[in-house]
């Protein structure tokens, strides 16, 4: 169900920083950036009469896989979701986070608000470069994460500007992208999943969470390989 | 297919922008419409989120898109038609015209933009899907009214796909003093037009925009350049570079740059060609600003038309064939079949939801677009032609 073609899934960079902090077997902390407005919903479970379905979205899905991966030292995931926040403004916030969390790794998923903005690319794209050059001085590895495909608001806003940006901020940065967009279309031509019907399946997001969570632990794992075989 | 214009149609009522056709027998260029059709048709596959007919559209082999050739021949036909009217009724009428063409392009804005936020807030109403919580969120914001639509009368708030309108709108309402100028001292209009753009690239002042600190996706300080350098050489610029044009060495460059381009093109967006043009280059023209009118798309549609004007003469005779006809026609309604493609693409992307988003539907909504775009275009000249034999009747009885 979680197949995505290995150009979309392979780390292209090494993560050296989180490898040998994997190596040491001390505790290693991931910390993932996003924008996601899941991880508490008041609103729907009101108007639900209090019926919440716990949802799982793709970080503990990562803490699990990872923590049976490499069970010596402890991996822990934590999460820090910036609803409605641009680049720019995560960048600004990434010193103090970085300060606090100390991790190995940021998982960085943006770009959805700045295309809701319409934030101009060039803006977006020097901010993403800025975060990655913070991060990386804090001692971390970075990947970078798209916006999900999302064809229901298609019209409304073009994420397409804003995932290459992301791609090219990877190349240059020379860190792995996760181009959860990609990866998402291509399970929607393939039919795996049905992204645009009004009435999904109640398992639909648990799923698609779970896969992304998998195939961003893939990636990771080829990212601290790549470290390894490099140093050999 | 429906009835083409004959050769003495279209004298609307009103001071259209595009000539009659009737100067299609003395001359007329009838490569303007017919690449102002295709940059037509190309805005409206490329608006349909998704959908595979955009791949045929010239973005996806250069630098620059439909977006350039539009608004080149858009200053183009104004320059033309508008000068002549300043020669023969004056320099308030004519300003007073364009004025006029500048409000109706704003009515036809108010009244896409509410056909917009319909569609947001049907998304928003009848969409529950935990996945996509975030966009949701953030649309219900868009969609508050009060805010929104004050801020889309003011021209500042430009939902994505319908950009080129609120540009349209600026630089034709700047236009009555810069034709003016333009008929006085084509030249001077022409560097001072080209130095405004200069100090963009240089210093990048936009127009502002809304929510917060957006500015405009077109920037107009830069934009103009395009319009106005279609304006000069409406007014008899193109006859004066004809020599360059002519020129060997101006064909190779070109035909190397449009090469060099669709080489750096494909190899972004389509994996096999990944890794055929050294990442370095990438590096230093990356990002190519459509914003700011990158220097690079500039050049790339200033290539591209100088090909187009060799390989097709302007007396070529395919340019007569029926199969054109469609194309041609389109690009004399441009306005009114521009705001259609707009709501159409609307439309389409609704159905390919709504419905199906199959391959077969894509391809189905995509020509079914088209052929409604030429339908209005015909209805249109069909309409145009019924006034103009009226007034006829009317003078002579």
Not at chain 1, 215 to 224: K, W
Not at chain 2, 223 to 251: A, E, H, N, P, Y
Not at chain 2, 309 to 324: M, T
Request: charged share 15%.
């Amino acid at each position: 169900m979680c197949a995505a073609p290995s150009a979309l899934t392979r780390a292209g960079f090494s993560l050296p920083r989180l490898a040998r902090s994997l190596e040491k077997n001390e505790a290693t902390t991931i910390l993932v950036v996003n924008s996601a407005t899941t991880a508490k919903r008041p609103a729907l479970a009101g108007s639900e009469g209090g019926k919440t379905v716990a949802l799982r979205s793709f970080p503990s899905y990562i803490e699990e896989t990872l923590r049976a991966r490499y069970p010596e030292g402890g991996v822990v995931v934590t999460t820090r979701s910036q609803p409605r926040a641009t680049a720019e403004t995560i960048r600004d916030d990434l010193p103090a986070l970085l300060a606090e969390a100390r991790p190995a790794l940021v998982i960085w998923q943006t770009g959805t608000f700045d295309a809701i903005l319409g934030a101009e690319t060039s803006t977006f794209s020097d901010a993403v470069d800025t975060g990655i050059g913070y991060i990386n001085e804090a001692g971390a590895d970075v990947i970078l994460v798209s916006p999900q495909y999302s064809p229901r608001t298609a019209f409304a806003f073009d994420i397409g500007a804003y995932t290459n940006a992301l791609r090219w901020a990877a190349r240059l940065g020379g860190v792995p992208f996760f181009d959860r967009y990609a990866i998402m279309r291509f399970w929607e031509d393939e039919g795996i999943f049905d992204f645009d019907t009004a009435r999904p399946s109640p398992s639909l997001f648990d799923d698609v969470h779970s896969c992304i969570g998998r195939l961003l632990v893939g990636m990771i794992v080829d990212g601290v390989d790549l470290r390894t075989l490099g140093s050999r | 297919m429906p009835t083409p214009p004959t050769a003495t149609a279209d004298t609307s009522p009103e001071p259209a922008e595009r000539p009659a056709p009737t100067a299609a027998a003395s001359g007329r260029d009838l490569r303007l419409d017919l690449f102002r059709g295709l940059a037509l048709w190309f805005i409206f596959l490329n608006h349909v989120p998704n959908n595979v007919g955009n791949w045929i559209t010239n973005r996806n082999f250069g630098f620059s898109d439909a977006t350039e050739i539009f608004v080149f021949i858009s200053g183009y036909t104004a320059a033309m038609v508008y000068g002549r009217q300043l020669d023969s009724s004056g320099v308030l009428v004519t300003s007073a015209r364009i004025l006029r063409r500048a409000w109706q392009l704003y009515v036809a804005f108010i009244f896409l933009f509410v056909i917009y936020l319909a569609e947001i807030s049907y998304v928003v109403g009848s969409f529950e899907n935990p996945l996509y919580a975030e966009e949701m969120g953030a649309l219900q914001f868009l969609a508050e009214p009060d805010v929104a639509l004050v801020q889309a009368l003011l021209l500042k708030f430009r939902p994505a796909n319908m950009d080129v309108l609120p540009l349209y709108i600026v630089l034709l309402a700047t236009f009555p003093p810069i034709l003016w100028a333009l008929k006085r001292w084509a030249d001077g209009a022409l560097v001072a037009s080209f130095l405004l753009w200069l100090a963009v690239q240089f210093l990048g002042f936009n127009l502002p925009g809304y929510p917060d600190d957006r500015t405009w996706f077109f920037n107009p300080f830069a934009w103009q350049l395009m319009f106005v350098f279609g304006g000069w050489c409406g007014l008899g610029g193109s006859d004066r570079l004809t020599g360059l044009v002519q020129s060997r060495v101006v064909l190779v460059l070109s035909v190397l740059y449009l090469a060099l381009s669709l080489a750096v093109v494909t190899s972004w967006y389509w994996p096999p060609m990944e890794g055929l043009v050294p990442p370095a280059i990438g590096d230093i023209i990356y990002p190519i600003s459509k914003t700011d009118l990158s220097v690079l798309r500039f050049a790339h549609f200033l290539a591209l038309a100088v090909v187009i004007v060799r390989l097709i003469p302007v007396q070529a005779a395919f340019l007569r064939w029926d199969v054109l006809k469609p194309l041609i026609m389109c690009g004399q309604h441009s306005l009114e079949v521009f705001c259609f493609g707009v709501f159409l693409s609307f439309a389409a992307h609704f159905v390919l939801n709504e419905v199906s988003g199959s391959l077969f539907m894509q391809l189905t909504m995509s020509v079914s677009g088209i052929a409604l775009m030429v339908g209005l275009s015909a209805l249109l000249s069909w309409y145009a032609r019924a006034e103009r034999d009226r007034m006829a009747r009317k003078k002579a009885g």
